[in-house]
């Protein structure tokens, strides 16, 4: 994660682990993280000529299945793991591509990336903070442009 420090976020004790898990899990909207997978699935195949059905749902779940790994992490981190869900569209809408095919690697690279952005887990240099600002630029534009 580069040159960063965790940030000091409270720690689950041990044994609230497993009760807190049951509550993300209880929390986690899997059916609608399955439909932003399955979209981007659809958009990384479109490019592949004679893709069934099958196949769309055998990629959509397996972005679903790195999708739902990074929920715990989130849900610690004090925030609801249904930004996942958001974070799918936002990947499928901006970075997904019809040559990518069934390939996950770029996926879970791209998602660590944008959870890290929504859900910070270290504390920045001055000069990557100083990044953010780009970063809340672009989002400023993107959210006064966004289609309806």
Not at 30 to 59: F, M, N, P, W, Y
Request: a negative charge; proline letters at 3%; hydrophobic letters at 45%.
């Amino acid at each position: 994660m580069g040159g960063g420090r965790p940030l000091h976020h409270e720690a689950f004790p041990a044994g609230a682990r497993r009760e807190e898990g049951e509550k993300m899990n209880e929390h986690l909207r899997r059916d609608e993280l399955h439909d932003a997978c399955a979209k981007l699935a659809r958009i990384v195949l479109s490019g592949t000529a004679g893709v069934s059905q099958d196949i769309v749902e055998t990629v959509a779940a397996r972005f679903q299945g790195e999708a739902e790994s990074f929920a715990a992490f989130v849900w610690q981190l004090g925030r609801d793991p249904n930004l996942l869900i958001r974070a799918v569209y936002y990947l499928a809408d901006a970075h997904a591509v019809p040559t990518m095919g069934g390939d996950v690697a770029w996926f879970r690279h791209m998602l660590a990336c944008v959870v890290e952005l929504a859900v910070p887990s270290i504390s920045l240099s001055g000069e990557a903070a100083d990044f953010l600002e780009d970063v809340r630029a672009g989002i400023h534009q993107s959210l006064e442009d966004r289609a309806e």
